[in-house]
């Protein structure tokens, strides 16, 4: 209603999506699954796991409980299985070793305690749904903007130990690629802009939940959701003042036409003839 609204004013207004976490998986699935992407500009993500967190395979599998130093306020454990967003945060990509080399979680055979194979494998699906409908549209279509912490030791894969899942901040070809504590670097862009070439996302040293609160990150954002086209100054512009008499001032439309076309603004103008100055 609010687009529709803006658009009577600014007829080619778009949307400018900004999402954390599980909201920019939210987002991707608006653009790509539900036509969303004729309606928007741009998407911002801050620690969007695309590919996922071996986090979310932690708490299914070990569950989660909430502590105050040693004493436990409350598990946490049943809401996270109810939640089929849990299963959707979960890695797309090989990195559970169950002894014979690594599968997705998908791929566990229901050999992993808490690990629901048909969830997962519909969470999967999920993502390929997404993936997949990138296809129907140029990638032009919309921006993408990924904010990525880097520096932060972060959980990578998984092997099973005893009947119990043991995270490690190594993946699954024996590199530590960091990350901003919950989502590794490598799951924080989209899947489809590993075939870009020279996608640059921006990086953060902040935590996952504190990447929005970066200084450099935030100009960064400001300077994305504050930019306008340069295309009328290229240095070929030919201006248009009209005709305007000695020491006239007035408002007048001025009109620049170069190279890239021609722009129109209003402007301030007041004309002196050089005079002679004695000193």
């Known amino acids: 209603e609010s687009l529709h609204a803006r658009r009577k004013d600014v007829p080619d207004a778009k949307l400018v ?6 909201g ?26 695309y590919r996922g967190s071996i986090n979310a395979v932690d708490f299914l599998a070990n569950g989660f409980v909430k502590k105050l130093g040693p004493l436990k306020l409350i598990d946490l454990s049943k809401l996270l299985h109810s939640l089929t967003s849990v299963y959707q945060l979960r890695s797309v990509y090989p990195c559970i070793d169950l002894g014979d080399g690594y599968v997705r979680p998908a791929e566990t055979a229901n050999r992993i305690e808490g690990l629901d194979e048909s969830r997962a494998k519909a969470a999967l699906k999920f993502h390929h749904d997404i993936r997949d409908a990138t296809a129907a549209h140029d990638r032009s279509a919309y921006a993408i903007h990924s904010i990525v912490g880097i520096t932060q030791g972060t959980k990578q894969s998984a092997r099973l130990d005893g009947g119990r899942i043991v995270l490690d901040e190594k993946g699954f070809d024996g590199e530590d690629r960091k990350g901003d504590g919950t989502v590794p670097r490598v799951s924080a862009t989209p899947i489809e802009t590993d075939d870009w070439g020279g996608y640059q996302p921006m990086y953060s040293s902040d935590k996952h939940g504190s990447l929005q609160n970066d200084d450099a990150v935030r100009t960064q954002l400001l300077g994305i959701l504050t930019a306008s086209s340069t295309s009328a100054f290229k240095g070929d512009e030919v201006f248009d003042f009209g005709t ?23 402007a301030s103008v007041l004309l002196l003839t050089p005079k002679e100055v004695e000193f």
């Open 244 to 266: 305007l008499d000695d020491g006239a001032s007035r408002s007048i439309e001025v009109v620049a036409r170069g190279s890239a076309g021609e722009k129109r603004f209003q």
């Open 17 to 22: 999506l900004v999402g954390h976490s599980m």
């Open 24 to 49: 920019g998986l939210v987002s991707r699935y608006y653009l790509e699954c539900l036509d969303g992407w004729r309606d928007t500009r741009a998407l911002i993500t801050f620690g969007t796991p």
